[in-house]
Protein backbone atom coordinates (compact mmCIF):
# COMPACT_ATOMS: atom_id res chain seq x y z
CA UNK A 1 0.00 0.00 0.00
CA UNK A 2 1.60 3.40 -0.90
CA UNK A 3 1.18 6.71 -2.43
CA UNK A 4 3.61 8.51 -3.98
CA UNK A 5 3.69 12.40 -4.61
CA UNK A 6 5.58 14.55 -7.17
CA UNK A 7 5.53 17.74 -8.84
CA UNK A 8 7.11 19.48 -5.95
CA UNK A 9 9.87 22.55 -6.66
CA UNK A 10 11.03 25.69 -6.96
CA UNK A 11 8.60 28.34 -8.24
CA UNK A 12 8.43 32.53 -8.31
CA UNK A 13 5.50 33.94 -6.67
CA UNK A 14 2.54 34.19 -8.86
CA UNK A 15 3.78 30.86 -10.75
CA UNK A 16 1.96 27.90 -10.93
CA UNK A 17 2.76 23.80 -10.00
CA UNK A 18 0.67 20.74 -10.24
CA UNK A 19 1.39 18.24 -7.81
CA UNK A 20 0.18 14.41 -8.54
CA UNK A 21 -0.39 12.12 -5.70
CA UNK A 22 -0.04 8.09 -7.24
CA UNK A 23 -1.31 5.02 -5.30
CA UNK A 24 -0.38 1.53 -5.64
CA UNK A 25 -1.53 -1.82 -3.85
CA UNK A 26 -5.12 -0.98 -2.97
CA UNK A 27 -8.08 -0.48 -4.55
CA UNK A 28 -7.64 3.17 -5.16
CA UNK A 29 -11.52 4.14 -5.99
CA UNK A 30 -12.51 2.84 -2.49
CA UNK A 31 -10.95 5.78 -1.17
CA UNK A 32 -11.50 9.91 -1.12
CA UNK A 33 -8.09 11.48 -0.93
CA UNK A 34 -7.04 14.71 0.79
CA UNK A 35 -4.38 17.16 0.51
CA UNK A 36 -2.09 18.24 3.96
CA UNK A 37 0.63 20.59 3.46
CA UNK A 38 3.54 21.38 6.43
CA UNK A 39 5.43 24.52 6.59
CA UNK A 40 8.72 24.96 8.62
CA UNK A 41 8.01 25.21 12.10
CA UNK A 42 4.13 24.78 11.71
CA UNK A 43 1.70 21.70 12.33
CA UNK A 44 0.87 19.89 9.35
CA UNK A 45 -2.86 21.37 7.78
CA UNK A 46 -5.47 20.22 5.61
CA UNK A 47 -5.84 22.00 2.45
CA UNK A 48 -8.57 19.83 0.39
CA UNK A 49 -10.23 16.79 -0.16
CA UNK A 50 -11.68 14.55 -2.69
CA UNK A 51 -14.71 12.02 -2.53
CA UNK A 52 -14.98 9.07 -4.85
CA UNK A 53 -16.78 10.22 -7.59
CA UNK A 54 -14.85 13.67 -7.35
CA UNK A 55 -18.58 15.19 -6.42
CA UNK A 56 -17.29 16.61 -3.75
CA UNK A 57 -14.29 18.34 -3.45
CA UNK A 58 -13.18 20.91 -0.30
CA UNK A 59 -10.87 23.45 -0.21
CA UNK A 60 -9.39 25.43 2.91
CA UNK A 61 -10.54 29.37 2.33
CA UNK A 62 -6.78 30.42 1.83
CA UNK A 63 -6.37 28.23 -1.07
CA UNK A 64 -9.84 27.89 -2.25
CA UNK A 65 -9.71 29.43 -5.81
CA UNK A 66 -6.01 28.97 -6.74
CA UNK A 67 -5.92 25.36 -6.19
CA UNK A 68 -8.46 22.65 -7.93
CA UNK A 69 -7.97 19.32 -6.80
CA UNK A 70 -9.02 16.33 -9.28
CA UNK A 71 -8.86 12.73 -9.64
CA UNK A 72 -8.58 10.16 -12.50
CA UNK A 73 -9.07 6.55 -11.36
CA UNK A 74 -8.28 5.04 -14.34
CA UNK A 75 -5.21 5.92 -13.13
CA UNK A 76 -5.19 5.70 -9.43
CA UNK A 77 -4.18 9.43 -9.25
CA UNK A 78 -5.43 12.59 -7.36
CA UNK A 79 -3.69 16.01 -8.61
CA UNK A 80 -3.56 19.39 -7.05
CA UNK A 81 -2.94 22.09 -9.68
CA UNK A 82 -1.74 25.57 -7.49
CA UNK A 83 -1.83 28.51 -9.47
CA UNK A 84 -1.17 31.74 -8.18
CA UNK A 85 1.49 30.31 -5.49
CA UNK A 86 2.35 32.78 -3.02
CA UNK A 87 5.60 32.93 -0.21
CA UNK A 88 3.15 31.30 2.39
CA UNK A 89 2.52 28.02 0.37
CA UNK A 90 5.76 26.75 1.21
CA UNK A 91 6.01 23.84 2.44
CA UNK A 92 5.91 19.60 2.43
CA UNK A 93 2.85 18.84 0.85
CA UNK A 94 1.15 15.69 1.20
CA UNK A 95 -1.73 13.47 0.21
CA UNK A 96 -3.04 10.85 2.55
CA UNK A 97 -6.34 7.91 1.82
CA UNK A 98 -9.50 8.46 4.05
CA UNK A 99 -12.09 5.27 4.16
CA UNK A 100 -15.30 7.46 3.26
CA UNK A 101 -17.83 5.84 0.75
CA UNK A 102 -19.38 9.58 0.09
CA UNK A 103 -17.80 12.96 0.57
CA UNK A 104 -14.62 13.64 1.82
CA UNK A 105 -13.04 15.39 4.98
CA UNK A 106 -9.56 16.99 5.63
CA UNK A 107 -10.27 15.81 9.20
CA UNK A 108 -10.84 12.32 8.67
CA UNK A 109 -8.48 9.65 9.91
CA UNK A 110 -5.81 9.29 7.17
CA UNK A 111 -4.98 5.92 6.56
CA UNK A 112 -2.45 6.18 4.54
CA UNK A 113 0.28 8.85 3.75
CA UNK A 114 2.65 9.67 1.17
CA UNK A 115 6.32 10.55 1.58
CA UNK A 116 5.84 14.25 0.55
CA UNK A 117 6.73 16.40 -1.50
CA UNK A 118 8.38 19.94 -1.39
CA UNK A 119 7.35 23.06 -2.81
CA UNK A 120 9.15 26.12 -2.29
CA UNK A 121 7.93 29.62 -3.45
CA UNK A 122 10.70 32.48 -3.60
CA UNK A 123 12.22 34.72 -6.04
Known amino acids: VQLVESGGGLVQPGGSLRLSCVASGFTFDDYAIAWFRQAPGKEREGISC????????YYVDHVKGRFTVSRDNAKNTVYLQMNSLKPEDTANYFCGTENMLAGCSINGRIETWGQGTLVTVSS
Open 50 to 57: ISISSGTK
